[in-house]
């Protein structure tokens, strides 16, 4: 599975537009990227998930590179109750192992 | 009602005692998972199932025992509890193995 790098933490205002970069060098041909959501003293949620150019939903959009590389999450005019960690994981969409790996993650904060 | 749901949401027991999670879902998704979270490992894989009666290892799984008798229910144990073993576990489940995991609330595990 590839290695994913995100920054630890990061900081915005609400209202603000917050953009989350992953690096994922390694990635394979049949790996997708996926976004989680995880909120103190609660499981993760699942977010959004791509694999290539651009994919937007209700809550988030994700860009990603013709490289693959990277990707980056977007969150659109965040407020108070997007402060969370964000994860970041890259993996087969199918059983190949069948399983994620989670990394240490980013801690968005949101200040009035 | 539907979803997936851990129990007991908080456990206290002592050292060298055996403890089980419970962990039932109603979707029946093929894949299930055990996490646990710890301040600066993030989420760790325990053990995952990709169907009834088909368990497998993941990142951290000594010291803990899994079963998988009915596709609802992926009971986790920890055979004699330590105090390493304190953590928030995290069970989720997903109908394809690495997209849209749902996870459940979490067991607060303090071992004494």
């Known amino acids: 599975l590839a290695k994913t790098t995100q920054p630890i933490s990061m900081d915005s205002y609400e209202g603000q537009e917050v953009n989350i970069t992953c690096s994922h060098n390694?990635?394979?041909?049949?790996?997708?990227i996926t976004w989680y959501q995880q909120f103190p003293s609660q499981g993760p949620r699942f977010i959004i998930q791509?694999?290539?150019t651009k994919v937007t939903n209700e809550v988030a959009s994700l860009f990603i590179p013709a490289d693959r590389k990277s990707s980056t999450l977007s969150l659109p005019r965040v407020s108070l109750s997007d402060t969370a960690v964000y994860y970041c994981?890259?993996?087969?969409?199918?059983?190949?192992?069948?399983?994620?790996?989670f990394g240490q993650g980013t801690e968005l904060s949101v200040k009035p | 009602d539907a979803g997936i749901t851990q129990s007991p949401r908080y456990k206290i027991t002592e050292t060298g005692r055996q403890v089980t999670l419970m962990c039932h879902q109603t979707?029946?998704?093929?894949?299930m998972f055990w996490y646990r979270q710890d301040l600066g490992h993030g989420l760790r894989l325990i053990y995952y199932?990709?169907?009834?009666?088909?368990?497998d290892k993941g990142e951290v799984p000594d010291g803990y025992v899994v079963s998988r008798s009915k596709t609802e229910n992926f009971p986790l144990t920890l055979e004699s509890a330590t105090r390493s073993q304190t953590s928030v576990y995290f069970c989720?489940?997903?109908?394809?193995?690495?997209?849209?995991?749902?996870f459940g609330s979490g067991t607060r595990l303090t071992v004494v």
């Open positions: 989720a489940s997903s109908e394809s193995g690495t997209y849209g995991y749902t």
């Open positions: 390694n990635i394979a041909t049949n790996d997708y």
């Open positions: 791509g694999y290539k």
């Open positions: 994981l890259v993996g087969p969409i199918y059983n190949q192992g069948g399983k994620l790996i």
């Open positions: 979707w029946s998704h093929s894949y």
């Open positions: 199932s990709a169907a009834a009666d088909i368990t």
